[in-house]
């Protein structure tokens, strides 16, 4: 049984509405990238150099990641040698197993959120203006919610025109509260009043917006170790996470981000917004392999339940889908 056929019956355990959204929510990633694979497989006769160098442009198209693609084109060379493939078309499981492994590495693999038993778990968001933030944050009280969790809402971000009234209209549709304060006030202050307000109501889980200015890297630095700082101080051991949301869409100028954000705060997870809105899907490699940061949620869509925890298996075999699926006909 080749490698993409035993991937689909390992997560067809999962629900087919799980398989249906990173399917649909890659389909771009898919159409652009796996077709190109196959088209390449199919044109070539035998696994020569020719072969890896189109492979490899292929990968870089799709926005892989340099480093990444050439650490995936040698890891193929070497198996390709030890199975002795001859075949290119044999190549195509091989990718998919490789990509796996590429995104699980040597550390160890989670996209759970760090919950805390029986206490308070504070989550904050950071990440430049226009990514999703808000959105996310109000998909993720959404999906506590529904888990019975009691969810509140900080207003953290109090620098952008609206940004606090985007904020309330999600709260609002969630069925949430806002703690927050003026435009212009102190992000600080504000997550000093929502954490107040989340001990006293004995609430599971508050998730904190933050201001998305790369401009002074200095100024964004100093703010958000200051609101971390009083975080940690009125809850010990929090923030519980730090959620870096990145939009797919803009691809390696996404990973620039990251490692600047990076620098700035301890980010303990990736989520990846508009993943369905790109053809570049291979964002999601390049971060976690050279920023060795778990991607933990994927945005596949617009509807509320379209933030998805990521699944590396899940991702490849929406990447293969239609492989798989000519293979089975």
């Known amino acids: 049984m080749s490698f993409l056929k035993k991937l689909k019956e390992k997560i067809s355990k999962q629900t087919d509405t799980v398989t249906e959204k990173f399917k649909h929510g890659l389909e771009k990633t898919r159409n652009s990238f796996a077709d190109k694979v196959n088209d390449l497989v199919y044109r070539y006769r035998k696994v020569d ?11 870089i198209g799709a926005d892989v990641g340099v480093s990444t693609v050439m650490e995936l084109i040698d890891q193929l060379k070497e198996e390709v040698q030890r199975r002795n493939i001859q075949d290119p078309k044999e190549v195509q499981a091989v990718i998919s197993e490789k990509l796996v492994g590429i ?63 985007q904020l309330e209209v999600w709260g609002d549709r969630v069925g949430v509260e806002v703690i927050k304060q003026g435009s212009g006030s102190d992000p600080a202050a504000v997550m000093y009043d929502a954490v107040q307000a989340a001990k006293a109501r004995k609430v599971d889980v508050l998730l904190c917006d933050t201001a998305g200015r790369l401009q002074n890297k200095v100024n964004l630095m100093k703010e958000l170790e200051k609101v971390k700082r009083v975080i940690e101080r009125e809850v010990p051991g929090a923030p519980h996470e ?36 790109t053809a570049k899907g291979g964002i999601v490699l390049a971060i976690r392999n050279e920023m060795d940061v778990p991607v933990k949620f994927v945005g596949l869509g617009e509807q509320m339940d379209d933030l998805q925890q990521f699944d590396p298996e899940q991702y490849v075999y929406g990447l293969f889908a239609n492989l798989v699926e000519t293979e089975e006909v």
Do not use: P
């Open 242 to 277: 730090v959620l870096l949301v990145i939009d797919a869409t803009t691809g390696q100028n996404g990973l620039s981000q990251a490692k600047t954000f990076r620098e700035a705060t301890n980010v303990t997870g990736i989520v990846l917004t508009k993943l369905d809105g």
């Open 49 to 59: 150099e020719d072969f890896f160098e189109e492979l490899e442009e292929i990968l």
């Open 103 to 165: 995104y699980k590495g040597d550390s160890e693999f989670s996209n759970e959120i760090n919950m805390q038993e029986d206490q308070l778990t504070v989550v904050l968001f950071v990440g430049v203006n226009g990514v999703g933030k808000t959105t996310t944050i109000g998909k993720l009280a959404h999906k506590f919610k529904s888990e019975g969790k009691s969810v509140l809402l900080a207003a953290g971000d109090t620098f952008r025109a609206g940004a606090i009234e």
